[in-house]
């Protein structure tokens, strides 16, 4: 037809090679693109494994950072403690005499605390469940701070749930009321202090009023992780965020107290250690 070019088998041959040339470009550039995607997946999952060992190893030196931390308090005297925070603190923060160990006993840990209120009920140990959920989800080096309002004659714990807290590994106990069971809770080795021992139950009186709040306990305000540390001389409440500080001073007067008995067995004077190591 005339206008119309019309092309034989050499014009074609003629083209073939652009067309085969355009194929193979094709052809590398998207084998380019999945080896891209690929590569990209594998970077991108990578980055989020990378990530998460990285959240893991943070959670675990955090662990080990606060059992480090209570490890260290557990040597340390309530006496120091006590002194080392009206130095740095300005304020009292242990318990009064009233609050006393069911047997002589000596632990450190982390404040779980446990509030109950008082009021009259006839639902039973359902309106406790609570406090004894805390008691489950509680990690170990935890200690059970529970207050119970009004309660220095009603047992704000026994031997159950001593049990339950010695097999989860808490570190003990410290109830702003009464505890029972007491010859059981000896037995088993768990240490509890408390304001008295009584027969009493909280079941039917009390109704458990929240875990993990700040609290008032004998007079002293514990918030949830503060450092809770006990020994026969009583019981004192380390606020979690002075910590380490209130840690090395009191190591520190411990250092000096425990040097100058030698030096007062030596010299027979009090005076001339006072005056030595300023310490007393």
Not at 16 to 39: D, E, F, K, N
Not at 67 to 89: C, G, K, N, P, W
């Amino acid at each position: 037809m005339r206008g119309v070019p019309q092309y034989g088998m050499p014009e074609l041959r003629r083209f073939a090679p652009y067309t085969i040339t355009a194929g193979i470009l094709t052809i590398l550039a998207l084998l380019v693109s999945a080896v891209s995607g690929v590569r990209a997946r594998a970077a991108t999952q990578a980055a989020t494994r990378a990530a998460a060992s990285q959240g893991a190893t943070s959670a675990s030196a955090a662990t080990t950072d606060s059992t480090q931390l209570i490890a260290a308090f557990r040597r340390v005297e309530v006496a120091s403690l006590a002194d080392a925070m009206e130095q740095l603190l300005g304020k009292k923060m242990y318990m009064s005499h009233r609050m006393r160990p069911v047997a002589p006993s000596r632990f450190a840990g982390t404040a779980l605390t446990v509030l109950l209120k008082k009021e009259e009920n006839k639902e039973g140990s359902s309106a406790l469940q609570g406090m004894l959920a805390a008691i489950d989800q509680g990690p170990p080096d935890s200690v059970y701070v529970m207050v119970v309002e009004g309660g220095i004659d009603i047992a704000g714990m026994g031997g159950l749930m001593g049990t339950a807290m010695s097999a989860r590994g808490f570190a003990g106990a410290v109830i702003d009321g009464g505890v029972r069971d007491t010859n059981y809770l000896q037995r088993i080795g768990f240490p509890v202090y408390a304001l008295g021992i009584v027969p009493s139950t909280s079941v039917g009186h009390y109704r458990f009023s929240g875990s993990n709040i700040p609290v008032t306990c004998d007079g002293i305000h514990v918030d949830p992780n503060d450092v809770i540390v006990a020994d026969n001389d009583g019981v004192v409440v380390v606020p979690r965020a002075r910590a380490e500080e209130v840690l090395k001073l009191a190591q520190e007067l411990d250092f000096k107290e425990h040097t100058m008995y030698s030096y007062i067995e030596k010299y027979k004077s009090i005076l001339k250690a006072v005056e030595q190591f300023g310490r007393i």
